[in-house]
């Protein structure tokens, strides 16, 4: 599918990756916090959903779940990608359909944590682009240069 800036997407390939994957951590263009879905669950302790910062290495990324997750082994199955697009377009082409059900399946709270994320998510994304358009940090504007 092309989108918003032309790029091509592999829904399909998507899907596959928000049915299977154990953690999945999906980077954005413009702000540097990523979406953290756990979706492993124990009796007592759900999936987790949360906004967490980036990290230089998938090794850093499984010391963060230690301290964050201790109750869980190493996940079999870690994912991450980048979304070329903004957050809105995700959201708007309801692209993590796949793992909203599959969490609702384990979890009845998953919902309105997702919304909220996602909401918030949708509030970065703004604030970077405001950001962006009075060339504050990290971003510079043309007529500031040089």
């Keep these: 599918m092309l989108t918003e800036n032309g790029l091509e997407i592999d829904l399909n390939a998507v899907n596959d990756v ?20 756990d979706a492993r669950t124990l009796p007592d302790a759900g999936p ?32 991450f990608f980048m979304w070329p697009h903004t957050v809105r377009n995700m959201v708007e082409r309801n692209v993590l359909r796949v793992l909203r059900d599959r969490l609702r399946s384990v979890s009845s709270e998953s919902d309105e944590v997702l919304e909220k994320t996602l909401a918030r998510l949708l509030s970065l994304e703004e604030q970077a682009f405001r950001s962006a358009i009075r060339g504050d940090e990290p971003w510079q504007a043309l007529w500031q240069a040089g």
Excluded: C, M, N
């Design 48 to 79: 987790l959903i949360a906004i967490v910062g980036p990290v230089a290495s998938v090794q850093e990324r499984y010391l963060w779940l230690g301290k964050h997750r201790s109750q869980f082994p190493a996940p079999e199955a870690f994912s």
């Design 18 to 37: 928000l049915q299977r994957a154990d953690v999945l951590t999906i980077g954005f263009t413009v702000f540097p916090e990523r979406l953290l879905v």
